[in-house]
């Protein structure tokens, strides 16, 4: 729906409920609330969803103050760090947030996620209805007892009430924290976790973000294909070491874009990761050389590791390597077009 004065006409007489949805995962969050949400109402009709960059969110002011059923969602701002904070300056991002969130009337929904601190201290901001979700304790939607294999199952933790969910083919925490704000947003709306948790069954992820295909010579891809940051690419390592039922575990990873003056230890710290999660390393790009210097030096063999400066000049040669039974992740950031290996080799 376009954010215009014919739509704003429109919206003032249908009074719909609104969803607005900001952060670094919104998108993830958009297609699982779409699918869950899609259970009991028309999206376009009955709800607007909508998700925008924290820089534009004041566009959506209007929608969020008119409707008797809104809610705003922060997914995350920035990433969790490591040893280095990679990322303090991303957590600028959050002052068009907190600007909208003093003008919003106190009926606004506010679902934060409680694991990222700069956010979970929006909640401080006013006193709003406020939910937060997240794997800590004092979360109102918790996640635990997170297990993979073929997928990923976990249980919601809410008000007493403990929820199986079942994500097939699917892996990562964002496909964790889109479940648990989708939820909350449900249980906003009306739905019941039971009812929740069946849609989350048949829940499709976007293409690229943490889901296993089929790949050539009976083997599986782990495909994080479409972005990266240096945090999403070290959980994407550990969930590789993670998923049990393959003869070998191959990483296959591309630079990670948008670090700056880090690039050289937020690469090799990536790659201290590799040696007990993965069997094989192939990188590809300047950047990604330093992800095999760090595996290199925490002890894996160099003939185990292949170094490519395009993924044209060793997308064939992983084919090659590749064994039936093999489980292969691909990863890197956008720019690095990391798919074009999942195209080569998935069947």
């Known amino acids: 729906m376009n954010n215009n004065i014919f739509s704003k ?3 003032f007489f249908r009074k ?6 900001t952060g670094k995962t919104r998108k993830s969050v958009f297609n699982v609330l779409e699918q869950i949400l899609s259970l009991r109402f028309k999206i376009g009709k009955d709800v607007l969803l909508f998700e925008t960059e924290d820089k534009k969110i004041s566009d959506y002011e209007f929608f969020l103050k008119n409707s008797k059923d809104a809610v705003l969602i922060v997914s995350n701002i920035g990433d969790i760090p490591y040893e280095i904070d990679f990322f303090a300056g991303e957590r600028d991002l959050i002052k068009n947030t907190k600007e909208l969130i003093k003008d919003l009337p106190e009926n606004v929904n506010l679902i934060l996620n409680f694991d990222d601190e700069t956010v979970r201290e929006l909640g401080d901001s006013k006193k709003m209805k406020t939910s937060t979700f997240g794997l800590q304790k004092e979360a109102n939607f918790q996640a635990t ?11 919601i933790n809410y008000k007493g009430k403990i929820i199986p969910v079942w994500l097939e083919k699917t892996f990562g925490k964002e496909q964790i924290y889109s479940s648990l704000a989708a939820s909350c947003v449900g249980t906003i ?5 039971i009812e929740i948790s069946e849609a989350l069954k048949n829940y499709k992820p976007l293409a690229g973000r943490m889901n296993l295909i089929r790949g050539v010579k009976n083997s599986w891809i782990l495909d994080d294909s479409e972005s990266a940051s240096v945090f999403s690419m070290v959980e994407a ?4 070491g993670k998923i049990q039922g393959h003869k070998r575990r191959i990483a296959v990873l591309g630079d990670v874009m948008g670090i700056g003056k880090y690039t050289i230890e937020a690469h090799e710290s990536i ?15 300047q950047r990604a050389k330093f992800i095999a210097k760090g595996a290199f030096e925490k002890g894996m ?13 060793g997308k064939l040669e992983l084919q090659n390597k590749m064994r039936e039974g093999d489980i292969v992740l691909i990863d890197g950031s956008s720019e690095m077009k990391m798919k074009e290996i999942v195209k080569e080799i998935r069947l």
Do not use: C
């Open 9 to 11: 006409i429109k919206f």
């Open 16 to 21: 719909q409920k609104v969803i607005v949805i």
């Open 145 to 155: 007892n997170i297990k993979t294999n073929v997928g990923t199952n976990f249980k």
């Open 189 to 193: 709306l009306g739905l019941n976790l």
């Open 237 to 240: 390592i550990e969930t590789l």
């Open 271 to 285: 790659g201290e990761r590799i040696v007990r999660n993965a069997d094989l390393l192939f990188v590809f790009g």
């Open 301 to 313: 063999e160099v003939k185990k590791i292949f170094e490519f400066d395009t993924i044209k000049d």
